[in-house]
């Protein structure tokens, strides 16, 4: 199983930016679909994007697109997620993921990050 550890949460005013960073020790990230998923407090988990393993597709939200960007740098072996002009309804623990292919399911991927939190509140 991968284990991965997910960095970059804090509390950011609305419309400012934070990246999170999505890091393995002892494997190799590009051989795996990476996935950010998130959740809110009452909320069900929520995949958010999502970069494939082959050809470096990108999936998002709709809530999030033209706001939130997902790349790879494998030099670094490490998944960001870019998240500019954030509104209060972002607010949730951010999680990395991965598995074989992107889903928007959470119950699709096998290994998961201890989870980030953003708030973004004035």
């Known amino acids: 199983q991968v284990q991965l550890v997910e960095s970059g949460g804090d509390l950011v005013q609305p419309g400012g930016s934070l990246r999170l960073s999505c890091a393995a020790s002892?494997?190799?990230?590009?051989?795996?679909?990476i996935g950010w998923f998130r959740q809110a407090p009452g909320k069900e988990r929520e995949g958010v994007s999502c970069?494939?393993?082959?050809?470096?597709?990108?999936y998002y939200l709709d809530s999030v697109v033209g706001r939130f960007t997902i790349s790879r740098d494998n030099a670094k072996n490490t998944v960001y997620l870019q998240m500019n002009s954030l509104k209060p309804e972002d607010t949730a623990v951010y999680y990395c993921?991965?598995?074989?292919?992107?889903?928007?399911?959470?119950?699709?991927?096998?290994?998961w990050g201890q989870g980030t939190q953003v708030t973004v509140s004035s």
């Open positions: 993921a991965a598995d074989r292919q992107c889903s928007r399911f959470w119950a699709d991927f096998s290994s």
């Open positions: 970069i494939s393993r082959s050809d470096g597709r990108t």
């Open positions: 002892r494997f190799t990230l590009d051989y795996y679909a």
